[in-house]
């Protein structure tokens, strides 16, 4: 395995009386941590990022990487539709050392491809450290087609690419014909998109049982499909209500009722209905009353990620 595979988790942002909570945050990474996840990512679109100032991200970001200890590699998310703020930001961010940027096409202004390969660049060349894009086209109303995710391939830094489009012939093409790894952001699509060839997932909904998610992952890796099936199938009915409402309303409610966080977002995020939150409840007592399946590798991919991953993370410039 190298760096830009496996489970990673897009970190809620928790909040106490309308602040982040930092404390609550660096449990939460410790949490993923032990249950054998391959890397975090904070401030994207599950932290709620849009709502947090240039200098609430910068602290989550900061309390997350203490917690990692680089024990555990951590992605920023970068968003937004200035191409000169963002490359000023990813420019400062530099020095932090995380493994890189995940960064989503610019929103709300609908580019056109070349506009989108151009703003892009000039994000990997403000930095060394590694790019993984982002294509959310229900969020940021543009699609990053092959073609354009092929031409920002030939940068060096450009090193994956998490693909939401809900398209598998599109998430296939990459798989077959970039050199990219390709991360499945479509939780509903995860099974598929290993069946695949892809190389994981960041995955909301793995906040609430990353272990098994780890282990789906595995038994792909395996070639133990039936088995992964049969794990997918049981995970599916919690990931569908998981995003039942807008994310990550039912994520922190889910959190909430484990005990993890309070449940709080900001505007115009609200918190998950009263009806969605009993139907979550009940799927949530059955994914919870899941077992792990003895002989994972959970134990040695957690020690692979705590065996130097700064290294691997600067292997990449």
Not at 73 to 83: F, H, K, N, Y
Not at 225 to 250: C, K
Not at 276 to 290: F, I, P, Q, Y
Request: aromatic fraction near 4%; hydrophobic fraction near 45%; charge should be neutral.
């Amino acid at each position: 395995m190298t760096l830009f595979e496996g489970i990673w988790i897009p970190l809620v942002t928790p909040f106490r009386n309308g602040e982040p909570d930092l404390d609550r945050a660096q449990q939460l990474a410790l949490t993923m941590m032990d249950a054998g996840v391959h890397g975090l990512v904070v401030c994207g679109t599950t932290g709620e990022a849009a709502t947090l100032s240039e200098q609430e991200q910068e602290r989550v970001l900061s309390a997350v990487l203490e917690a990692a200890q680089g024990s555990c590699p951590v992605l920023m998310g970068i968003s937004g539709s200035d191409t000169r703020a963002l490359t000023e930001k990813v420019a400062r961010l530099d020095s932090k050392r995380s493994a890189g940027f995940l960064v989503s096409a610019p929103s709300y202004v609908r580019p056109s491809q070349e506009g989108i390969r151009l703003h892009m660049q000039a994000i990997a060349q403000a930095t060394d450290d590694p790019i993984v894009l982002y294509n959310i086209p229900s969020r940021t109303g543009v699609n990053i087609d092959v073609g354009t995710i092929v031409a920002l391939e030939r940068h060096a830094n450009v090193v994956a690419v998490k693909e939401c489009g809900g398209n598998l012939g599109q998430m296939a093409e990459l798989i077959n014909h970039t050199r990219l790894k390709v991360l499945c952001g479509d939780d509903v699509l995860l099974f598929h998109s290993l069946c695949l060839g892809g190389h994981g997932a960041i995955s909301a909904a793995a906040h609430i049982r990353p272990d098994l998610f780890v282990q789906l992952f595995e038994l792909v890796r395996n070639g133990e499909l039936a088995s992964a099936r049969t794990l997918f199938n049981h995970l599916l009915p919690l990931i569908q209500l998981l995003f039942s409402e807008s994310n990550p309303a039912p994520i922190k409610a889910a959190l909430a009722m484990q005990g993890r966080l309070q449940e709080e977002l900001r505007l115009p995020m609200t918190p998950m209905s009263k009806a969605g939150r009993a139907s979550l409840a009940h799927a949530l007592d059955k994914m919870m009353a899941l077992p792990l399946a003895k002989n994972t590798a959970r134990s040695d991919l957690a020690g692979q990620n705590k065996a130097g991953v700064l290294n691997l993370v600067h292997s990449v410039h």
